[in-house]
């Protein structure tokens, strides 16, 4: 079935660092693809998405390419902030439409920022 | 707009006992999805309702049911609750079926199990 994998954290970084986040996945045809990010004491909240093949999401100084070739799309900021520290979800939707709209997560990735 | 509401936002349950919870989705929303969230995991599906009727289901037990009401609020029901339900539940609301639209979730409703 489809699924979602994400790089382990706990990742830690100094503020002005460069982030990466890993996210591979597996699924037919063409999902769309998310990331999520949750703040301590909340739910999740859309960061970016991307739909179809080469699209890049971005929102907030974060981005993310569709890359069907290698089935990724990794998170990149090029300076984080220390009010960057959350989890953060990688997410597709299958295109099946007996499917759509639901949503299959990644673990999670925990990022703290320090000053 | 309020967003996404679910009630309660914490609730202690014993072993065995039921449990139901709420959501109000995002106005304008009518599709609700619910999802169960352990501790530092990522959120797995559990149903989906549209036009009040369960859409499709993830790979949760019989004892996980739902409703959806003709004002599109939701409610999830949990039967013979053991330790391992206990989770971060969230409601995610959306527009017509979720295909190609943005969730929005809720802050979600912590059960603890004891």
């Known amino acids: 079935g489809d699924s979602v994998t994400q790089m382990e954290g706990p990742v830690t970084l100094s503020e002005e660092a460069f982030l990466t986040i890993n996210c591979t996945y597996t699924?037919?045809?063409?999902?769309?693809l998310f990331w999520y990010v949750q703040y301590p004491g909340e739910g999740l909240q859309l960061l970016l998405k991307?739909?179809?093949?080469?699209d890049k999401g971005s929102n907030k100084g974060f981005e993310a390419t569709y890359r069907k070739e290698t089935t990724s799309f990794h998170l990149e900021k090029g300076s984080v902030q220390v009010s960057d520290s959350a989890v953060y979800f990688c997410?597709?939707?299958?295109?099946?439409?007996?499917?759509?709209?639901?949503?299959?997560f990644g673990q999670g990735t925990e990022l703290s920022v320090k000053p | 707009d309020a967003g996404v509401t679910q009630s309660p936002t914490h609730l202690i349950k014993t072993r065995g006992q039921q449990v139901t919870l709420r959501c109000s989705p995002k106005?304008?929303?009518?599709?609700v999805s619910w999802y169960q969230q352990a501790l530092g995991q990522g959120p797995q599906f559990i149903f989906q309702?549209?036009?009040?009727?369960?859409?499709q289901r993830g790979n949760f037990p019989d004892r996980f049911s739902g409703h959806q009401f003709p004002n599109y609020s939701s409610e999830l029901n949990v039967n013979a609750l053991l330790l391992g339900d206990s989770a971060l539940y969230l409601c995610?609301?959306?527009?017509?079926?979720?295909?190609?639209?943005?969730?929005?979730f809720g802050q979600g409703t912590r059960l603890t199990v004891v």
């Open positions: 995610a609301s959306s527009r017509g079926g979720g295909m190609n639209t943005e969730a929005f």
């Open positions: 309702y549209y036009e009040e009727e369960e859409r």
């Open positions: 997410a597709l939707s299958p295109i099946n439409y007996n499917q759509g709209g639901k949503l299959i």
């Open positions: 991307a739909t179809k093949a080469d």
């Open positions: 699924a037919t045809g063409y999902p769309s």
């Open positions: 106005s304008g929303h009518d599709t």
